[in-house]
């Protein structure tokens, strides 16, 4: 059949928008190509043996000395329900105990450990993970509670083990919540003991290690209460800080973590606390004998160690001195301790 006219103009007309929708489409896909050549997409990590070696080059977080929202409390109050100076940082003599703690009592409390005569339990199945370097550095990564009786008891191992590669210039008076111990621990920084938030970030220096702290924070006055994983990192993605928020992904990315204290020291990972020491020996029952201590009386026991509260936390902290020693070649000066050695070749 002999083609119309009005069909001949409607193919013309439908070429015509077929041709200028092929031109359209390919400058689309030109100025799509250019964009992606000028902003490539971020490549997609996929990790299969677990988590992947970082090294970061950049900056840490350094926190305020002190919260408006939640400032010091000056008046004394009850074991149980105290607040007692929480925030307050050590006095000088107060972080002196921890700073310069003789290495002998590290030795005998190494010694003690190996040889049987610690009554509290010490150590904990530590787990290895590639090396988390930060400015050539391997580091210490820390996330913890400040609501955690456990968290707070660890804390005092693990400043003492920190301070045998370097020294903090501020650590600060905390507790457990009311309803987990009302324990009197340290706090790396000032902590938001009145809401829900992250405290991240301390005031520790060293040439061997990095420290890398990431604390969540619940209302102190309740009990023991952890925010979602999915919360914690969103607050530290919105620090913008590479190596806290690359630091909590490789927590993540671990797959270990199933709650608080939960520690990475070079390449080995701890999850939980590496000693039970709430007094003189390990508790049998919901009474803690650190819970009705004061700081001060803390801190004195470990200036002169006599007991064996003092000496486990001593000894708590050599189990954490040897994994970072034995992790990063023994390059620090306790790594020469013989206790050291000797619980090195514990760990295995």
Request: one cysteine or more; charged letters at 10%.
């Amino acid at each position: 059949m002999p083609e119309r006219a009005s069909e001949r103009s409607w193919i013309k007309g439908t070429n015509n928008k077929l041709l200028l929708l092929a031109i359209a489409i390919g400058l689309i896909a030109i100025a799509m190509s250019s964009y992606t050549l000028l902003n490539p997409p971020a490549p997609k990590v996929v990790y299969i043996n677990g988590p992947q070696p970082y090294n970061i080059t950049g900056s840490l977080l350094v926190p305020p000395t002190s919260l408006s929202s939640a400032p010091v409390v000056a008046q004394n109050e009850s074991f149980g329900s105290r607040l007692t100076n929480i925030n307050s940082p050590l006095n000088a003599s107060e972080l002196a105990v921890i700073n310069y703690a003789p290495a002998s009592y590290f030795e005998t409390a190494g010694e003690m450990f190996l040889n049987g005569s610690i009554n509290n339990s010490i150590g904990a199945q530590a787990s290895t993970a590639p090396m988390f370097m930060v400015n050539g550095k391997p580091s210490v990564i820390y996330l913890g509670s400040i609501t955690c009786i456990f968290c707070g008891e660890n804390r005092w191992a693990m400043a003492l083990a920190l301070s045998r590669f370097g020294n903090f210039t501020y650590l600060f008076k905390g507790y457990s919540s009311f309803g987990d111990g009302d324990l009197p621990t340290l706090y790396w920084a000032p902590a938001h003991y009145n809401q829900s938030a992250e405290d991240l970030g301390n005031f520790y220096s060293s040439r061997y290690i990095n420290f890398i702290s990431i604390e969540d924070a619940m209302p102190i006055t309740q009990g023991f209460d952890l925010n979602p994983m999915s919360t914690i990192q969103q607050r530290v993605n919105a620090t913008g800080n590479t190596a806290y928020m690359d630091a909590l992904a490789f927590i993540i990315e671990t797959k270990d973590f199933a709650g608080t204290p939960f520690t990475v020291w070079g390449p080995y990972v701890v999850g939980g606390a590496d000693g039970i020491v709430f007094g003189n020996s390990t508790p049998t029952s919901a009474y803690y004998p650190i819970a009705h201590m004061t700081h001060a009386q803390v801190l004195a026991q470990f200036a002169k160690p006599d007991n064996q509260f003092a000496w486990s936390e001593y000894a708590a902290a050599d189990y954490y001195v040897a994994l970072l020693c034995k992790g990063t070649g023994n390059t620090a000066p306790v790594c020469s301790l013989p206790a050291i050695q000797g619980i090195e070749a514990k760990v295995g």
